[in-house]
Nanobody, 124 residues
Framework: QVQLVESGGGLVQAGGSLRLSCAAS????????MGWFRQAPGKEREFVAA????????YYTESVNGRFSISRDNAKNTMYLQMNSLKPEDTAVYYC?????????????????WGQGTQVTVSS
């Protein structure tokens, strides 16, 4: 069992930055693939970024590529999402997720555990 807790969300103006953190419980964090997803009001949950267990394989959705950066620190059982040049369309609840298999890193069904989410609001 893995418990995930997101933090770092908030209100920021367009063009600003935020850094999200996802703290994981348990001793097996380093064996899990990790991802960030987001869900805006009235929309489906969508993939944002993912990193494999070692940090060597990283994936981004096209809309955030070049603006967001995902990373992980296995020694601290924590994953991060650095978000720069934020846009109003980035407004959403951001969720972190952990998956044992790591087979489908860009798909929600590829993950076994989810956090409760943290709100990110970007004002224009």
């Amino acid at each position: 069992q893995v418990q995930l807790v997101e933090s770092g969300g908030g209100l920021v103006q367009a063009g600003g930055s935020l850094r999200l953190s996802c703290a994981a419980s348990g001793r097996t964090f380093s064996t899990y693939g990790m991802g960030w997803f987001r869900q805006a009001p009235g929309k489906e949950r969508e993939f944002v970024a993912a990193v494999n267990w070692s940090g060597n394989n990283i994936y981004y959705t096209e809309s955030v590529n070049g603006r967001f950066s995902i990373s992980r620190d296995n020694a601290k059982n924590t994953m991060y999402l650095q978000m720069n040049s934020l846009k109003p369309e980035d407004t959403a609840v951001y969720y972190c997720a952990a998956g044992r298999a790591g087979t489908y890193p860009t798909k929600a069904y590829g993950y076994d555990y989810w956090g409760q989410g943290t709100q990110v609001t970007v004002s224009s």
